[in-house]
Each structure stands twice: as structure tokens, then as C-alpha cells.
């Protein structure tokens, strides 16, 4: 077992989807098996400039032997070789660093160190047992939802520029009117959607994640909001990996009790999560661009949001439905 608190269950679960993106989205750019890869490996600064060439090759191929054993043996060893060998792979890789290699080197760096804190100080073994095991797994899940958060806010934060702000050269704009035009929403976007992609995402970016995680009356709504705000990504930008890594820091924003009860409705097929799913991956369909490895992907990142939802809506109806009825803000009990 990776933790008895079910966050950092679903964590390292969605680790797994979330690597496969990450080496999609590695080769489909870099193809290091191609001629001319060796010239941006040599003008790229780096410590593997000091190292032989095989060293990131079998790194790589170490990680993926380790996500392989978590998919298979989801045992929290597994996942600490995971975190231990990406360290190497991103301190070590020979081409661009992209963000989401940096999102995940820290979001990993930080639960290692807190387990290996925790660890010199007795408060637990490497297996997650010992007398401050849970308290130690809550700060961590605690820690990964802040670094979500933190890493959305400065992503929206270092857009506060006048470039993004003019509609001719926002990137919120050019990638909006991309999936508006292959959604086949209209042949131009209009100027009151390219203000909304521009605020929409300074905002979606620097408070909605903080809303998901400390807001619990509008944390699902919070999450449909990202899981909406990264559709035009996953389905015609071609990055749906960093989307998937993002959403596998989610389930940390809902507390332990709360995330007991949505996986209830999350494991099981119902008339929720069937068609949520199949809607998903119809809307993947419908504005894809081209068929490559990471809209292919995509197709899954869809589906699994879609499936995600459905359970969402599902318990809040059924908690809807059980909630007494009120009048003016007081409790009303029928006569019996």
C-alpha cells in the first residue's frame, strides 16, 4: 500500500498516467533517435554535459522500470524509487526542461523529503508504518495540494504582462482561437471570447486552485472549472500530458473523509459515470486536430475527467437528496 491516506492512494495511481503522457510528450519533441539530436544535447547546459552519454539513457529507462513496478506492486517503495530516480532524470536531462517536468520534480521533491524527514526522526518507516505515519501522510498530501497551488498562481502570476494582455500576441488568445476554429465553434473567435481566454485564465490560474483546496462548498465546483479550463489544451494545443499530471494532484484539495465517500461512487460503473466518460472522449473526438500520440492520449485524460465527473455530480446529488428540507435558513420536519 503507498499510504493509508486515500490522497496519496490516488496520487501515486494517477503517477502512473501521469509518466506515460510525460514520455510521450519527451519523445514525440526531443527524438533523441533522430540525427540531429546530438546538437541540442551538446548546446544544452546541464550537468549531463559531464556525464557519458548513457547515463540519462539508463536513468530514463530506470524510471520507467520503476513506474512499471508502481503500476503493478502500488507499494509505497515503488513509489520512493520513483521519486529518487526522477530526481536524477530531471537534474541530468539533456534537452529543454519543460514545465511540467518541473511540476512534478517539485511536487515529488517535497513528499520525498518529507517522508525522509519523517523517517530520520522515527515517525514512520519507508513501508508508511510507525506511530506518526498518518499525521506524517496528512502533512504530505496537505503539501502537494499547496504546491499545485502555488505552481497554478505563478503561472498565471508571470502572465501579467502587456503581451498577454493584447489580443495579437496573447497566448491565451492564439490558443483559444485554435480549438474554436477545429471545435467548430465559428471561423474567428470573437473579441468577447478573447477577453474571456485572456482574464479567464489569470484568474482560473492565480485563485481557483486555492478555492478547490480551501473553499469545501465550491471545491467540485472548482475542479469542473480546471478540468473545463484544460479541455482546449488536451484536445487541440497537443500538451494533454501536463494537464494529467496537474489533475493528479486533485484528489489532495478534498480531505480524506470527503475523498473516502467520492471514490464510492468513483469505483463503480453507474449511470453517471458511463455517460460522463463517454462524453468526454466524444468531446476529445470532436476537436482534435490530428490524430499523434499526445491527442490519442488525450483521449484517456478525457475520459478519465469525464468518469471523474460523473462521480462528482453523482454524490452531490445524492447528498442533495438527503439533506432535510429548509425554510428561511430553519429546519423543517414534516408532521408526522
Known amino acids: 500500500m503507498i499510504s493509508k491516506d486515500l490522497r496519496l492512494q490516488a496520487f501515486g495511481i494517477l503517477l502512473i498516467p501521469a509518466f506515460v503522457g510525460h514520455t510521450l510528450q519527451l519523445l514525440g519533441e526531443d527524438r533523441p533517435w533522430e540525427a540531429h539530436a546530438w546538437a541540442r544535447e551538446a548546446f544544452q547546459p546541464g550537468w549531463h554535459q559531464h556525464l557519458p552519454g ?6 530514463a529507462f530506470m524510471l520507467a522500470a520503476a513506474v512499471i513496478g508502481l503500476a503493478v506492486d502500488r507499494r509505497r517503495q515503488w513509489l520512493l524509487a520513483v521519486i529518487l530516480i526522477y530526481w536524477a532524470h530531471y537534474l541530468t536531462y539533456p534537452y529543454r526542461i519543460r514545465n511540467h517536468m518541473s511540476h512534478m520534480f517539485s511536487g515529488l521533491t517535497m513528499l520525498g523529503v518529507v517522508w525522509i524527514v519523517a523517517w530520520l526522526l522515527g515517525a514512520h518507516d519507508f513501508r508508511g508504518r510507525g506511530p506518526r505515519a498518518r499525521v506524517v501522510d496528512r502533512y504530505a498530501a496537505d503539501g502537494l495540494a499547496l504546491i499545485v497551488c502555488v505552481n497554478y498562481f505563478f503561472a498565471g502570476f508571470h502572465k501579467i504582462n502587456e503581451n498577454f494582455f493584447a489580443i495579437p500576441t496573447s497566448a491565451a488568445v492564439h490558443g483559444m482561437g485554435q480549438f474554436w ?10 473579441t468577447w471570447a478573447a477577453y474571456c481566454a485572456i482574464y479567464g485564465t489569470i484568474f482560473v490560474e492565480c485563485c481557483v486552485p486555492w478555492i478547490a483546496w480551501r473553499v469545501p462548498r465550491l471545491r467540485i465546483p472548482a475542479v469542473l472549472t480546471l478540468f473545463a479550463f484544460h479541455y482546449p489544451m488536451v484536445s487541440t494545443m497537443n500538451v494533454s500530458d501536463y494537464p494529467m499530471i496537474a489533475s493528479a494532484y486533485f484528489p489532495c484539495f478534498f480531505s480524506h473523509a470527503q475523498l473516502r465517500v467520492l471514490l464510492g461512487y468513483f469505483r463503480r460503473a453507474s449511470r453517471w459515470t458511463v455517460p460522463c466518460a463517454a462524453a468526454g472522449v466524444a468531446m476529445q473526438v470532436w476537436a482534435i486536430p490530428w490524430w499523434g500520440e499526445l491527442t490519442i492520449f488525450g483521449l484517456f485524460v478525457m475520459g478519465l475527467w469525464g468518469w471523474a465527473t460523473g462521480a462528482m455530480l453523482h454524490m452531490v446529488w445524492d447528498r442533495r437528496k438527503r439533506e432535510p428540507s429548509t425554510d428561511a435558513g430553519m429546519r423543517y420536519h414534516p408532521a408526522p
Open 54 to 59: 548513457w547515463v540519462p539513457v539508463a536513468l
Open 181 to 190: 476554429v477545429y471545435a467548430d465553434l465559428g471561423s474567428e473567435l470573437p
